[in-house]
Every structure is written in structure tokens, then in C-alpha cells.
């Protein structure tokens, strides 16, 4: 902070003295280090070369190999809460981040609105004299405030970034994405054909940034928060990459936990006589049956065959992320920078199980409620990876790349908590090439950075009396190998699925995240020994009853301090009790009195959770135009080649096209366009019943002024458009194109004006509000 003046003010300047200092921003400690800290998503311990995987990360092999490879560092389970705890160093229901943005709740642990007294990491370090970047993913600004119309208090520049460029949502399309930079939502510099993936121009954004910095400000540290979107659906690579791993995983998943764990022993990263888990280690009827894997022997040959080149899609993406990172560790040891530059190369949680079983060519039918149909996604093997997919392997490959452990990402047992984590610093760290056992945890992250910088966390920010931080530094074990653990306690919860670690044991419930009904006290608790049992394969339970007990009123205990209570597993599909109590919470209808919406051109893309909800239900949507001859382009679109909607003209015609999941082909209804002059032209959609997966299905019809031109039965989604957050646009498309009548282009609207398009769902704005809220809370 800028101290007090000490200059003199007379009443002229003549007999005055300034005080420059006085307003100068603190500078950093002398010889304070930059920081780099990598953040993959949807990612497990045994997927990657420094830990025994078969994917190979040269890059971090090499940071390894300077630095230490952490063999017991911990996340939340899930992307958005791990990122809290990287955003402000406290737990995650601290920052009223229990879950993912999408799926909050009025309670202040559940909100997804971090808090004045969690102030951030980067806030302290930029008073501090650092400056400050974010680069990738988001998924922290809460659900009500992405539009261009909210406060912007959280994004990444209200909280304390001097640079934003990335994506805001949870996932974005690596061919197409959904960008921001600063405060704003922005087109993708170039596309795919021209050598466009988001991994390569988050890189670049990356570089120019520190540049930028250095070549103005040489002496001033920066801090980087580099969040590409790998390894999270959809897997997207570079065909040189994906092909690089043909056949590496054709012995199947369960061939691959095999071999991959005595691979993970003899490095280090687990103890001799770590044992494997089962596949499917729950209970039946504890957790969903989309979270089951198949055995790999009672799949066919093409399944077999699928499966694996998903894997190798995943892989691939993988490594050319990996690649990308080096592009900037090599930049920073050509400029000088990287023997001073403390980098944290990890993931925020385990790997994803959210492919079910099957795994998919387009993720949005499973979180749509619609069943992927196989003889399609066989058809589609030569595509996954490309635009043309949107694919996620199967739940094998989730258990496989989480290899001892029990499940994945979302549990918390070992597979959805127990992640990679390379530390390397060779200006703070002596050893090399060495593996840490401490146990830690991602809260963790803030108090190593800080006191590798010199710096301390304020007891008072910006006014607000702050909370402390959860965790407790790592720098300890730097240079000390066999220092004991520093952190004693350590709580876990997820869609009611809890768990706590209290010096080397570790308590867990049987409640599945998915399947939980509530009756927490009926739970059972499972009890572990992690030093000796790090896969947690042998229940101690029955054993040891008192440790149960104590563990239980510790977690409880820790519940109450950190706002994890109250408890949310609620079921709001299928069981009516739960949906009504789901609504009574701060969630309200998402459309005005009117049921009508009014958007304009020249505005910028809006997010699909914040644009008129089209999905199961009736709806109208009328464009107030002035045509002419030569009058052609996109008058709305919402959604991409995997889903969507759009009305535009071409070629003389009018044109509305639904894209249903992504399935051939296209529902078009077209006509004649409109003579010259000013016409409302639009369409309406009557849903008349339900399908089998409840899809919308009823009459269409087009309309010029006031007459139908065409009609024909459509089916239209519950869930939603784009999982990557590909919103409604007046006036174009953005990224990927709705309909393939004009793929590959934004197609602008020329020739013309749009003055206005509505958007009318007044008709059944409250017929399914549960399908609604099925989409809300589908994505995690």
C-alpha cells in the first residue's frame, strides 16, 4: 500500500515539497520470485508420464525432474470449488463454493458469491507489487452475473487481475470457444482452419502478457494463473497428437490400472503393497448408474475399439496442452526468468466419470436426459477430437486414469481427491527430481505462494476483516523430504458425499453424490489408514468404532466452521418432495411477468442460462426486419452444430433450422423471403407432448406478417443448447454454426436491419419448471 504523504504544502508551490513515494504502488520484496501456477481440469494421478501414466507431459517431466512431484495434494472433488481455494486460500464452502455456479443455492455456503472477507490471493499480491494474470478457464463468477449487464465486482478484474483473457464458464469447445477478455465476451481471434485451439491461443495470450510486463516494468515479479480448458470435455486435439497414441491403450482400462500401479509404486508416488480398488466399489444402489463402468470383456469389438481411440483423444489433447505450457517455461528460461519463477503444474480434480458408461460423441445428449445411440457414435470414431465431435471417454477410462483409487471426480474418496502436483523453483528449491509424501491439500496453494513471496495475507482488506486462510504452507517440505506433515486436519464434502482426513486417517461416508436421498445420519462410515493404506481398500470401520465416532464429531465440528451445513443431495428429477423444496430455495422463474424477451443487434453474445429458455416448452420468436434484395444472414442464432437454433436468410429464402443434439439431419422449415420493405417474420413452436426422453414434440410453423408460410412436427431439448456456453447472438453466429447451411462463417446479417427480435415463452413459462431445472443443475 502507498504510504502516508511526507512532503510539505505551503501556500506556494515555491516553498512546498512533493512526496512521489507517497503515491508510488508498493514494490515487491528484492529478489521476490514470479509465479506460474498451471491449472488442468478433470484429471487423475495415474493419467500422466511423471506419475507412472502413459500420457506423456514432457514439459512437466522436465519441471519434475528440476523440482518435486507431490504424492499426496488434494482437491475438492469438483472444478469451480478447487478453484476457489486457488482463488482465495480458504476452503471452498467459505467461498460459498460447495458446487459449480450453475447449481447454487441461497445458503452462504452455496451461494457461488465469494465473499468480501475471502479476499484473493491475487488482490494481495498485486498491493503487494506483482502483477497479476489469469489466462483460461474461469468458472467462478457466479451464474446471475455473467451477462454483460452485471456486475462485473467478480470477474477475475474485481478480483484482483490486472489481465483476464479465457473463458467464463465451466467448459468451452476447444475448436469454437465462448471467450472474454477483461470484462467483455469477444469473438476467437481466427479459426480452426487457420491453425486455431484454444490450448495454442491461451499460450499466446499467456506470452504476451509477461512480455508485455517486462519489457515496461523488467524488475516487477508477475503472478499467472493459467487455466487451459484441457483436460476437460470436449476432447479436442490436433490430429498429429491423437495419432500419436494409436493403440497405446488397447488392452482396455482394466489392463491399464494393472499395469499402470507398479509403475506408480516404483516412483514413488505410492507405498509398496498399495493395492488396487475395485472398479465399482459401491454399494448397489448408492450411486448413480450413469457412474458404473463396463467390464472390458463383455464389450464388443467396435465398442473396444471406440473406447480406446477416446482415450487416445484424451491423451492427445493432453500432451498438446502440455506442449503449450513448455512454449512458455521455455520462454521464461530464454529470457532469464524461469531459475526465479515458481511454477505449480496440477489438476483441480479427479478424472471425469461424466461420460457414463458408454462414453459419448457429444456430450450434451447425456446431460440433455437423451441416450446416445451406438451404432452413431461408432460411426463418428474417425471424427472424435475434430469439430465434428464434442466426445467424452467412458467411466473405465475415469477409474483407469485414477488408478489405485476408489471412483472419480465428484466422490470423495481418493479418486475424485487425490491429484498431480509439480512444484519447481530452482531459486527457492535445492532438491531435484525428489517426491514429496507430505499431505496436502489446495487450500494449501495460497499460503505456499505467499511465503514463497515474502508476503502476508492482511487480517484487514479493503476494510473487511478477513477470514483466515484454511490451509497451511508447503515450503516447509521444499527442501526437507522426510519433514512430517504439517497440515493435521482436512474436511471434505460433495453433494452430500462427505469425508475428513485427521492425521493419517481418513473417515468416509457411503452416500453417493448423484443417488444420495438425504438421511445423512443413517450413513455408514467407512475408515481408512492412509499411511499405510493409500488406496483406501480396506475398510477399518468395524475395527476401530471409536475413531469412527471421533472423526465424525470432527467433521461436524469443521461443517459448522466453514458454512458447510445445510447438507444439499437433493433429488430434483423423479422425486416430488425434493424438487418442491429445491424451488422454495433462491432460484427463481427465468422469465419476466410477460413471458417476452426483446433483444437487439449490435450487442454482444448472451449466455444460454441467462437468454430465453426455450427448452421444453412452447415458445414464439418474431424479427421486426427491413429487407431488401440483397438482404442475407443470421437474424438469431443460439447453440452450435451439437445444438441449437437459428433463423436466417440466404440465397432469397427464409430459413429456420433446429439442430437436435447435433443428430442428422436438421429440422428446416424455409419459404420465400419477404419482398423489400419492413416485415416481422418469425416462427412459433406449440409443444403438444413428450417424448420418450421428454424431447418437446409438436407443430412449427413459420410466419410472414400475418400469415403461415410452412409448418411441419418438430422434437426440441429439455436440456441445453451448448454445454460450452455458446449463447444467443442477433445479427450472426458465433463460433460454431447452428445449421451447416452456413458452417463455417459468423454470417452476419447484411443487406437489411434488425430492429428488434422477441422471444415469447409466455404461453408455458411454467409448465417444466423441473425440466429447467434438470439443465440448471446437469453440468459438473
Not at 445423512?520 to 468404532?545: C, K, V
Request: hydrophobic share 35%; net charge negative.
Amino acid at each position: 500500500m502507498a504510504r502516508e504523504f511526507r512532503g510539505k504544502i505551503e501556500l506556494d508551490v515555491r516553498d512546498s515539497q512533493g512526496d512521489w513515494e507517497a503515491f508510488l504502488p508498493q514494490k515487491a520484496p528484492q529478489g521476490a520470485p514470479n509465479v506460474l501456477v498451471v491449472l488442468y481440469d478433470d484429471t487423475g494421478q495415474a493419467a500422466w508420464s511423471p506419475y507412472g501414466g502413459r500420457i506423456q507431459m514432457p514439459t512437466m517431466e522436465r519441471l519434475a525432474a528440476g523440482g518435486l512431484t507431490y504424492s499426496q495434494w488434494h482437491t475438492t472433488a469438483l472444478c469451480s470449488p478447487t478453484r476457489s481455494t486457488f482463488l482465495t486460500g480458504r476452503n471452498h464452502h467459505l467461498n460459498g463454493f460447495a458446487t459449480i455456479s450453475e447449481s447454487s443455492t441461497g445458503f452462504p455456503g452455496y451461494s457461488s458469491h465469494i465473499p468480501p472477507s475471502s479476499a484473493s490471493m491475487a488482490s494481495v499480491l498485486r498491493e503487494a507489487g506483482w502483477s497479476t494474470f489469469w489466462v483460461g478457464k474461469n468458472h467462478n463468477v457466479p451464474i446471475d452475473e455473467w451477462t454483460m449487464g452485471a456486475s462485473k465486482k467478480r470477474w477475475p478484474l474485481g478480483q484482483g487481475f490486472d489481465q483476464f483473457y479465457g473463458f467464463i464458464g465451466g467448459e468451452t469447445n476447444q475448436w469454437f470457444p465462448s471467450l472474454a477478455e477483461g470484462n467483455r465476451y469477444i469473438d476467437q481471434p481466427y479459426p480452426p482452419e487457420d491453425g486455431y485451439h484454444l490450448s495454442k491461443d491461451l499460450a499466446d495470450q499467456a506470452l504476451r502478457m509477461i512480455r508485455d510486463s517486462k519489457q515496461t516494468e523488467p524488475d516487477k515479479p508477475w503472478y499467472l494463473w493459467f487455466c487451459p480448458g484441457a483436460n476437460h470435455a470436449p476432447h479436442h486435439a490436433p490430429q498429429e497428437y491423437i495419432d500419436k497414441y494409436k493403440g497405446v491403450f488397447d488392452d482396455g482400462y482394466e489392463a491399464y490400472r494393472e499395469w499402470v500401479l507398479p509403475r506408480m509404486i516404483e516412483r514413488g508416488i505410492l507405498p509398496e503393497g498399495t493395492e488396487l480398488t475395485d472398479l465399482n466399489p459401491m454399494p448397489d444402489g448408492t450411486f448413480s448408474e450413469t457412474d458404473r463402468v463396463r467390464p472390458w470383456g463383455e464389450l464388443n469389438e467396435k465398442e473396444q475399439a471406440m473406447f480406446c481411440r477416446m482415450a487416445e483423444v484424451y491423451a492427445g489433447l493432453s500432451e498438446y496442452t502440455d506442449a503449450q505450457v513448455g512454449r512458455i517455461v521455455d520462454y521464461l528460461e530464454e529470457s532469464g526468468q524461469l531459475e526465479n519463477t515458481l511454477i505449480l503444474y496440477c489438476a483441480d480434480n479427479g478424472a471425469s466419470g461424466e461420460g457414463s458408461p458408454n462414453g459419448s460423441v457429444n456430450e450434451g445428449k447425456i446431460f440433455g436426459g437423451y441416450p446416445d445411440d451406438l451404432e452413431q457414435n461408432l460411426a463418428m470414431v474417425d471424427q472424435l477430437g475434430t469439430p465434428d465431435a464434442y466426445n467424452h471417454y467412458p467411466t473405465g477410462w475415469a477409474a483407469a486414469f485414477s488408478t489405485p483409487y476408489r471412483m472419480f471426480k465428484r466422490y470423495v474418496y481418493q479418486g475424485g481427491i487425490s491429484d498431480p502436483m509439480v512444484i519447481h523453483w530452482p531459486a527457492g528449491i535445492a532438491a531435484r527430481g525428489e517426491v514429496r509424501n507430505q499431505y496436502h491439500h489446495c487450500t494449501d496453494v495460497v499460503p505456499t505462494i505467499l511465503e514463497a513471496c515474502g508476503v502476508e495475507f492482511p487480517k484487514v482488506f479493503d476494510g473487511v476483516e478477513q477470514t483466515p486462510l484454511s490451509g497451511v504452507s508447503m515450503v516447509y517440505s521444499f527442501d526437507e523430504a522426510e519433514a512430517p506433515t504439517r497440515k493435521e486436519t482436512q474436511y471434505y464434502e460433495m453433494f452430500g458425499n462427505r469425508g475428513i482426513w485427521h492425521r493419517g486417517w481418513k473417515a468416509v461416508t457411503e452416500h453417493g453424490p448423484v443417488s444420495g436421498t438425504g438421511r445423512f445420519e443413517e450413513d455408514r462410515w467407512q475408515l481408512f489408514r492412509t499411511e499405510t493404506d493409500r488406496s483406501e481398500a480396506h475398510d477399518m470401520a468395524g475395527s476401530h468404532p471409536e475413531k469412527v465416532e471421533e472423526l465424525k464429531a470432527l467433521w461436524l465440528a469443521e461443517a459448522a466452521a466453514n458454512n458447510v451445513l445445510p447438507l444439499n443431495d437433493l433429488q430434483i428429477i423423479g422425486n416430488p418432495k425434493d424438487f418442491e423444496t429445491f424451488i422454495k430455495m433462491e432460484f427463481s422463474v427465468p422469465v419476466p411477468p410477460t413471458g417476452q424477451y426483446t433483444y437487439y443487434p449490435g450487442t454482444s453474445e448472451i449466455p444460454e442460462r441467462s437468454a430465453a429458455n426455450v427448452h421444453g416448452v412452447s415458445y414464439k420468436v418474431l424479427a421486426d426486419l427491413d429487407l431488401t434484395p440483397g438482404s442475407a444472414g443470421v437474424v438469431f442464432a443460439h447453440g452450435s452444430r451439437f445444438g441449437g437454433h437459428a433463423l436466417f436468410l440466404k440465397d432469397g429464402t427464409l430459413t429456420y433450422a433446429y439442430n437436435f443434439l447435433g443428430i442428422p439431419p436438421e429440422d428446416r422449415i424455409s419459404a420465400p423471403a419477404p419482398t423489400s420493405g419492413r416485415h416481422v417474420v418469425g416462427v412459433d413452436f406449440a409443444k403438444e407432448r413428450m417424448g420418450e426422453h421428454r424431447e418437446g414434440i409438436g407443430p412449427l410453423r413459420l410466419w410472414i406478417d400475418d400469415e403461415v408460410v410452412a409448418e411441419q412436427e418438430i422434437r426440441t431439448v429439455l436440456g441445453h443448447f451448448s454445454l460450452c456456453g455458446e449463447g444467443l447472438c442477433i445479427g450472426y453466429d458465433s463460433g460454431d454454426a447452428v445449421s451447416r447451411e452456413y458452417a463455417g462463417s459468423r454470417f452476419e446479417f447484411t443487406g437489411g436491419t434488425i430492429h428488434k427480435v422477441v422471444f415469447d415463452v409466455a404461453d408455458d413459462a411454467y409448465v417444466d419448471l423441473e425440466g429447467h431445472l434438470r439443465a440448471a443443475m446437469a453440468r459438473d
